[in-house]
């Protein structure tokens, strides 16, 4: 999602976007399975259930490689989340459906200074449980919803021939994005019952808020589309 989450900083958002999410997903997945294949055929299954750190554990020649690399990554990847989530909240209070964040909304062509200072606070009081295991299934949560509700946009703007919904991809239908939704939640619910509760509960309290002051927006939602779409239908 980093790619679209800065969308507004690409030159041709409709194009470097596909292209860099698609082939990321095919190098990541690659990489990974590689690493599953190779840690599988060079150690017996009771060292990979225990040592959680097999890497640095066979690196060569030293470990420390591996330590090293595992940091300057997290770093990396902290540091690409909040430069994409400052912009995300930005975009999201430039909007008006959430009037509560109006004050992070950047002007056209600044930083958006105060949203990054309120990621860069809630980054800390994450980092300060001092416990990855603790914050692990919220983080998880979360990012399975995200996905949820993008998933769920691309089925019903498919569903109710939203004409600003023109996928480039030939082959795609909603009921892929529907189960791709559904499996989410699946996933959320088979991870943690409650935290998942929690995480559907909050986001419903988002959108019934930014339902009440759609009025501040230029266009509606996709249930609204779903019913104008019933009705023509029925018609």
């Given at each position: 999602?980093?790619?679209?989450?800065?969308s507004?900083?690409?030159?041709?958002?409709?194009?470097?976007i596909?292209?860099?999410?698609?082939?990321?997903?095919?190098a990541?997945?690659?990489?990974?399975?590689?690493?599953?294949?190779?840690f599988?055929?060079?150690?017996?299954?009771e060292?990979l259930?225990?040592?959680?750190f097999?890497?640095?554990t066979?690196a060569w020649?030293v470990r420390?490689?591996?330590?090293?690399?595992?940091?300057?990554?997290s770093?990396?990847a902290?540091?690409?989340?909040?430069?994409s989530?400052?912009?995300?909240l930005s975009?999201?209070?430039?909007?008006?459906t959430?009037?509560?964040?109006?004050?992070?909304a950047?002007?056209p062509?600044?930083?958006?200074?105060l949203?990054?200072?309120?990621?860069?606070?809630l980054?800390?009081l994450?980092?300060?449980?001092g416990?990855l295991?603790?914050i692990a299934?919220?983080l998880?949560m979360?990012?399975?919803?995200?996905?949820?509700?993008?998933?769920m946009?691309?089925?019903?703007?498919?569903?109710v021939?939203?004409?600003s919904?023109?996928?480039?991809f030939?082959f795609?239908h909603w009921?892929?994005s529907?189960?791709?939704?559904?499996?989410?939640?699946?996933?959320?619910?088979a991870?943690a019952?409650?935290?998942?509760?929690?995480a559907?509960?909050f986001c419903?309290?988002?959108f019934?808020y930014?339902?009440?002051?759609s009025?501040?927006?230029?266009?509606?939602?996709?249930?609204?589309?779903m019913?104008?779409?019933?009705?023509k239908n029925?018609?």
């Amino acid at each position: 999602m980093a790619g679209a989450n800065r969308s507004a900083d690409l030159k041709d958002p409709k194009s470097s976007i596909p292209t860099g999410t698609l082939f990321a997903q095919i190098a990541t997945s690659l990489i990974y399975m590689t690493f599953i294949f190779v840690f599988g055929a060079v150690a017996p299954r009771e060292t990979l259930l225990n040592d959680k750190f097999f890497a640095a554990t066979i690196a060569w020649p030293v470990r420390e490689i591996v330590v090293y690399g595992v940091m300057a990554s997290s770093i990396g990847a902290g540091l690409s989340s909040m430069v994409s989530g400052t912009r995300l909240l930005s975009a999201i209070a430039s909007d008006g459906t959430l009037p509560i964040l109006k004050i992070f909304a950047a002007p056209p062509g600044k930083e958006p200074r105060l949203a990054l200072l309120a990621s860069a606070c809630l980054c800390t009081l994450a980092i300060s449980v001092g416990e990855l295991n603790a914050i692990a299934p919220i983080l998880t949560m979360f990012f399975l919803m995200c996905y949820t509700c993008v998933n769920m946009s691309c089925a019903i703007c498919e569903l109710v021939n939203d004409p600003s919904w023109r996928p480039t991809f030939r082959f795609y239908h909603w009921s892929v994005s529907l189960f791709a939704a559904l499996l989410c939640v699946w996933m959320m619910f088979a991870m943690a019952p409650i935290i998942a509760a929690v995480a559907i509960l909050f986001c419903a309290t988002i959108f019934t808020y930014a339902s009440y002051n759609s009025h501040n927006a230029k266009w509606g939602d996709g249930f609204q589309g779903m019913k104008f779409q019933l009705a023509k239908n029925l018609a």
